[in-house]
């Protein structure tokens, strides 16, 4: 009964969506996941926002980031259904499970790159560019990786902030905590990441950003 509903639930969410754009949300829900698995939680380099966050809960309170991520996600998207339209929801309500289950699939096994704990930039380059490139694929596809898109423009409509401002004060704010278990000179290179892997979603999708707000603004309006 549960896998029917399981089943019944992701194809409603799919409706609509291509074969080729789901392929697209999985390949990045994939590449993302396996450097936050591999690199991020081994080496203690954490990421900004919800991925910092979930990362901070995990370590302190033992709970799977499976889990950890869809219940941050669902909370996000529950603030900035409003201002973000059912299509913008949707779309990361797809990319968000994909994200959750391939976290679940990697858990599975041992880890499967080297340890960089005693390369901490390496680990910030290499870390920020799985996650870049992972959730610039989503992204480009019209969703989000998680709850980060849309906590960002929640704060911005609310502030009347720039986005790129948003997108700061979070990450700064959970690096920020991220203290209480992570020593400094990581935090140092978690900036790194930061910055590359926001660098790198960008150089992906910005072709794409022009079609994503139109669609916005038609279903807002």
Not at 57 to 64: G, Y
Not at 89 to 106: A, D, P, Q
Not at 187 to 204: D, K
């Amino acid at each position: 009964m549960l896998k029917k509903y399981c089943l019944t639930f992701w194809s409603k969410m799919a409706e609509g969506l291509s074969w080729k754009g789901i392929g697209f949300i999985m390949i990045g829900a994939a590449i993302c996941s396996f450097g936050i698995h591999n690199i991020h939680q081994r080496v203690g380099i954490t990421e900004g926002g919800v991925i910092g966050l979930m990362l901070l809960i995990e370590h302190w309170l033992n709970l799977s980031p499976s889990f950890l991520t869809l219940a941050l996600d669902v909370f996000c998207y529950l603030l900035a259904f409003k201002y973000l339209g059912g299509r913008f929801v949707k779309i990361s309500v797809v990319s968000t499970l994909s994200v959750s289950l391939f976290y679940k699939f990697w858990e599975l096994f041992p880890p499967m790159l080297p340890d960089m704990s005693g390369s901490p930039l390496l680990a910030a380059l290499s870390g920020g560019a799985f996650v870049g490139i992972g959730v610039g694929i989503i992204v480009r596809q019209g969703g989000s990786s998680g709850g980060d898109d849309a906590l960002a423009l929640t704060i911005s409509h609310l502030t009347r902030w720039r986005l790129s401002r948003c997108y700061l004060f979070t990450d700064f704010i959970v690096l920020g905590l991220s203290l209480t278990y992570i020593p400094l000179s990581n935090i140092a290179f978690s900036v790194v990441t930061v910055t590359i892997s926001s660098l790198l979603i960008e150089c992906i999708q910005k072709f794409q950003l022009p079609e994503m707000r139109s669609q916005m603004k038609k279903e807002i309006s």
